[in-house]
């Protein structure tokens, strides 16, 4: 059974009795909370290892709260899985761009929200059990495996999990052509049909954070009708 303990965020009391009974039947400690307040309080008190948070709260909406976890270095590292009932890409972006790690459009599948919390703890396990510390280098581009860095001509780049995870997946395979599926399932550890907008959103923030024209990039590349490669040429 699972120790972990999981802080699940919503305002809504009967998702969050859907959410914590599928979760606790998995083996999950659950937390609630149905306001931003009470959830900023048990974040501080408990530093939960991963919080599902719904984006539109009655106090604090959910994008203040996980921009308070990502400045916060006690919390920083807790995965962060955003709920909500806005549908708009923009919305899913916005919740990319400032930390979170995953994204559920409601209504959503119970178990699928389980399996995308199992793999979010998977790939911490993996991450702790790992032996080998690479580091990878493809022109100006940098990855320390070990350290969780990655460094653009030599400059610090702040990537959220998610973001380093799909990065080191391209890296570890440079100049393969992932399909969108394979690029979900290696990076995130699940798929799901309909995520392929997600993979576009983190590989937008992804671009956005290590090319020099994010527009025209030269290291993330579009394989058209196929998914996306890095580029082994730089």
Not at 83 to 90: N, Q, S
Not at 102 to 112: A, H, Q, S
Not at 174 to 179: I, K, L, Q, R
Not at 204 to 229: M, S
Request: no cysteine; glycine share 8%.
């Amino acid at each position: 059974m699972a120790n972990e303990r999981i802080l699940v965020v919503d305002d809504d009391r009967d998702i969050v009795r859907l959410v914590r009974g599928y979760l606790e039947k998995s083996g999950y400690f659950i937390y609630v909370a149905y306001d931003g307040t009470t959830a900023v309080h048990t974040l501080r008190r408990e530093k939960p290892d991963l919080m599902i948070l719904d984006l539109m709260l009655p106090d604090k909406d959910g994008y203040e709260i996980t921009r308070f976890v990502r400045s916060d270095p006690y919390l920083a590292a807790t995965p962060i899985i955003m709920l909500t009932a806005r549908v708009e890409d923009t919305d899913k972006i916005v919740g990319l761009e400032i930390g979170a790690d995953d994204y559920l459009t409601k209504p959503f599948n119970p178990r699928e929200l389980v399996a995308r919390v199992r793999a979010q703890f998977r790939r911490q396990l993996l991450e702790s059990q790992a032996i080998a510390t690479p580091i990878y280098q493809i022109g100006e581009l940098n990855m320390d495996v070990g350290r969780r860095e990655v460094k653009m001509g030599g400059e610090l780049v702040d990537l959220t999990p998610t973001e380093f995870d799909l990065l080191k997946v391209l890296m570890e395979n440079p100049g393969y052509a992932f399909t969108r599926d394979e690029l979900i399932e290696k990076g995130l550890g699940y798929a799901y049909s309909g995520m392929g907008r997600t993979l576009d959103s983190h590989i937008k923030n992804l671009r956005r954070k290590i090319e020099a024209n994010p527009k025209k990039p030269e290291y993330i590349l579009t394989v058209y009708g196929i998914g996306y490669r890095l580029n082994d040429t730089i």
